[in-house]
């Protein structure tokens, strides 16, 4: 994750782009616990159980996303990535951040994170929230 994403900060902040994170579950907040920079370039949140406000900043549902309010969306679900992906792949012009998945190459607007990351997400979960994250997944309404 800290590998993927890291890098494209810097990109982010030159270019003014406006930052949506789908999911606010426990993954979310590792990612921005991990880089914190993230959150001034956040501009809301995409979740289907969206709630008015979540860490200050509007929380959406999908169906709600339009391309003239948000430049990139990262991925914030380990096991939703894929639907959350489908829901909104459609949206050319926005730029789609998978961390845990990959997609076809032809995707050109859409990065992944390879596979041998995946564990140093899980591991800081695991730190954070000992053996509370099975129990939070199965508590959870799916996206």
């Given amino acids: ?15 003014n782009l406006r930052l949506a994170i789908y999911g606010i579950g426990t993954y979310t907040q590792v ?3 991990t880089l914190p920079m993230l959150m001034p370039l956040v ?10 406000v979540y860490l200050g900043r509007p929380c959406i ?12 969306i990262i ?7 894929a639907e959350m992906y489908r829901n ?8 789609h951040v998978l961390i845990y998945g990959t997609l076809p190459a032809n995707l050109k607007n859409t990065h ?4 041998q990351n995946i564990r140093s997400l899980s591991e800081d979960i695991e730190a ?13 309404k799916r996206i």
């Fill in 1 to 15: 994750m800290r590998q993927r994403i890291l890098p494209e900060i810097g990109r982010w902040q030159k270019q």
């Fill in 112 to 115: 992944s994170v390879p596979a």
């Fill in 31 to 33: 990612l921005l616990g």
């Fill in 128 to 140: 954070l929230h000992p053996g509370g994250q099975d129990q939070s997944r199965r508590n959870r």
């Fill in 88 to 95: 909104l792949g459609h949206l050319t012009s926005i730029e």
């Fill in 43 to 52: 501009q809301c949140f995409i979740d289907r159980r969206a709630s008015g």
């Fill in 75 to 81: 991925y914030s679900s380990k096991s939703w990535e």
């Fill in 61 to 72: 549902q999908p169906e709600a996303v339009h391309p003239s309010d948000i430049d990139v």
